[in-house]
């Protein structure tokens, strides 16, 4: 039973799912009694179809659109090409992979490869940043010094260019 105060309204009840009594309909904007707007957020626009949250927004008018995967940005119809501007890489002169920060010296390589033979063998090859075959060395006494001579042959043979594609190229 209903209290007396609280009575439903005459007639038949509503179809099922529609909204009773004072409640507004399914995806009306809620306010609850107390609860003003808050601050900095702008009222729902009528007649706005709300995004779910976390959807994806489109940019807005006028910004760089993103290109997508796997096809490059195009140009507008109609506009100019950009043009191309190509630098010369004075700290890489031979073009090809990025070189180290510290680069190796083929004098240096060479110096350490003569002095292991009278000191300890396989220094050039820490110094090439070849550890294991330094350690490799160090444990056989250089190859039992063929090694050193053949470490020796090939730094005093190449030339710098090709010191540098060996050893100072990034890998």
């Given at each position: 039973?209903?209290p007396?105060?609280n009575?439903?309204?005459?007639g ?5 799912g ?14 609850q009694?107390?609860y003003?707007q ?10 706005y179809?709300?995004?779910p ?9 006028g ?11 195009q ?10 501007i190509?630098v010369?890489?004075q700290?890489?002169?031979y073009?090809?992979?990025?070189a ?12 350490l490869a ?8 396989g ?9 294991g ?11 039992c ?6 470490d020796?042959?090939l730094?005093l ?15």
């Amino acid at each position: 039973m209903n209290p007396p105060g609280n009575r439903p309204p005459p007639g038949p009840p509503p179809p099922y799912g529609a909204p009773q009594g004072g409640q507004p309909p399914y995806g009306a904007p809620v306010m609850q009694p107390g609860y003003p707007q808050a601050p900095g957020y702008p009222a729902p626009q009528p007649n706005y179809p709300m995004q779910p949250y976390g959807a994806p927004q489109p940019p807005p008018y006028g910004a760089p659109q993103q290109p997508q995967y796997g096809y490059p940005p195009q140009q507008p119809y109609g506009a100019a090409p950009q043009p191309v501007i190509i630098v010369q890489n004075q700290v890489n002169p031979y073009g090809y992979a990025m070189a180290h920060p510290n680069p190796i010296k083929k004098d240096t390589a060479l110096l350490l490869a003569i002095i292991g033979f009278f000191t300890i063998p396989g220094l050039q090859r820490f110094y090439t940043r070849q550890a294991g075959m330094g350690v490799l060395y160090i444990l056989t006494w250089g190859l039992c010094y063929i090694g050193q001579i053949v470490d020796v042959i090939l730094l005093l043979s190449m030339s710098q260019q090709e010191f540098d594609m060996k050893y100072n190229v990034m890998r």
